[in-house]
Nanobody, 128 residues
């Protein structure tokens, strides 16, 4: 059974930090890029960051560049999203997703249709 399980969300004050984890199982982790998406109430889901499996290339939304860092530990089948300098506008449910590495690149990483497997999400709330 394919599973992606997010953890690490919570309530934090503006300027604080959180580290999200995405633990994967049930598929060949090394074949997949892992992306983080988020969805705030009343807004569409948006791509936040992604890390490729083949070369470790990383991608970030402009809104999080310089504040968020994505990394992966292939030995643990886990991807992390370190979020620093959090802002109230970062408040959302954060999802991790797995997409075949051959389909994930600069022009596609932030498009949800290219991802095959999704986690259930973890809530991040940033208070002002």
């Amino acid at each position: 059974e394919v599973q992606l399980v997010e953890s690490g969300g919570g309530l934090v004050q503006a300027g604080g930090s959180l580290r999200l984890s995405c633990a994967a199982s049930g598929f060949t982790f090394d074949d997949y890029a892992i992306g983080w998406f988020r969805q705030a109430p009343g807004k569409e889901r948006e791509g936040v960051s992604c890390i490729r499996n083949s070369d470790g290339s990383t991608y970030y939304a402009d809104s999080v560049k310089g504040r968020f860092t994505i990394s992966r530990d292939n030995a643990k089948n886990t991807v992390y999203l370190q979020m620093n300098s959090l802002k109230p506008e970062d408040t959302a449910v954060y999802y991790c997703a797995a997409g075949r590495g051959t389909f994930i690149a600069t022009m596609t990483w932030s498009t949800s249709v290219f991802y095959d497997h999704w986690g259930q999400g973890t809530q991040v709330t940033v208070s002002s």
